[in-house]
């Protein structure tokens, strides 16, 4: 069943890309948007998190925490975060739980690879609220980031 605005954001703790634990629950009091992506080192997901990176200043003047969550393992997120300088949490969902609790998942993906992420965006207000829910079918699809700053400026 997917997600959708209204809703609770299931509850979560991923280790990150520095091998440290972060729970969603960290982040109570906070607005957050939680971005899946399928996979680091792939040409839309560098392009999709260097645009976070680069807005790093307009998220943060929203109050808004960024955290992007793949299956990959935390020593694959760790190189990606170094070789492109990200400024925010990658965290790894390498179990597949998180991915799946959001309805944000490819049972089949490109190439037979089987259980990696969906592209999706999910924006939580400072009570554990979902306020906006993006799950897109298609890998090469952004979320729309522009309707996210928007929602992100009347919270």
């Known amino acids: 069943m997917a997600l959708k605005v209204g809703d609770m954001a299931p509850g979560f703790t991923l280790k990150s890309s520095e091998k440290q634990d972060v729970s969603l629950s960290d982040y109570l009091g906070k607005n957050v948007v939680i971005l899946f992506f399928p996979m680091a080192f792939t040409s839309v997901c560098t392009a999709e998190l260097c645009e976070i990176r680069d807005k790093k200043e307009l998220y943060d003047g929203l109050k808004a925490d960024v955290l992007a969550i793949s299956v990959d393992s935390p020593f694959t997120l760790a190189k990606f975060k170094e070789d492109q300088g990200y400024n925010f949490p990658l965290l790894s969902d390498f179990n597949k739980e998180v991915s799946q609790k959001y309805g944000a998942y490819y049972e089949e993906f490109v190439l037979g690879l089987k259980g990696v992420s969906k592209r999706s965006a999910f924006v939580v207000d400072k009570d554990g609220v979902i306020k906006y829910a993006e ?11 522009d ?7 009347t919270m």
């Not at 799950?135 to 980031?145: E, T």
């Open 135 to 145: 799950v897109l079918d298609k890998a090469s699809d952004l979320p729309n980031f």
């Open 147 to 153: 309707l996210i700053n928007s929602i992100l400026e």
